[in-house]
Nanobody, 121 residues
Framework: VQLQASGGGLVQAGGSLRLSCTAS????????LGWFRQAPGKERLFVAA????????YYEDSVRDRFTISRNSAENTVYLQMNNLKPDDAAVYYC???????????????WGQGTQVTVSS
């Protein structure tokens, strides 16, 4: 399966962006879709995840009150709505899909190509 991420861009601090990630095939209800981010010189870190079947969501603490992960099963697409963006949120954002929930990269089998988010102060 291929994942295509989009929606990144340049935004001022306090602004919003919505990232999208579309899969090339139907996503099974047992799947977990996640978002990670990687800032220059840093490791790739967990941001949020959603269980496809139950829509249960998970968030990293620093984004919990600002970001919302959701999905459209008919379009095989997962979204990350990012509000009140801060300069520390700037990174390349990656979507990923796996068969189990986890906050580390090895829990996910498939990865999108990444989309750049830049936040100006």
């Amino acid at each position: 399966v291929q994942l295509q991420a989009s929606g990144g861009g340049l935004v001022q601090a306090g602004g919003s962006l919505r990232l999208s990630c579309t899969a090339s095939r139907r996503i099974y209800s047992s799947s977990v879709l996640g978002w990670f981010r990687q800032a220059p010189g840093k490791e790739r870190l967990f941001v949020a995840a959603i269980r496809w079947g139950t829509t249960r969501t998970y968030y990293e603490d620093s984004v919990r009150d600002r970001f919302t992960i959701s999905r459209n099963s008919a379009e095989n697409t997962v979204y990350l709505q990012m509000n009140n963006l801060k300069p520390d949120d700037a990174a390349v954002y990656y979507c990923a899909m796996g068969s189990q929930y986890g906050t580390t990269q090895n829990a996910y089998n498939y990865w999108g190509q990444g989309t750049q988010v830049t936040v100006s102060s």
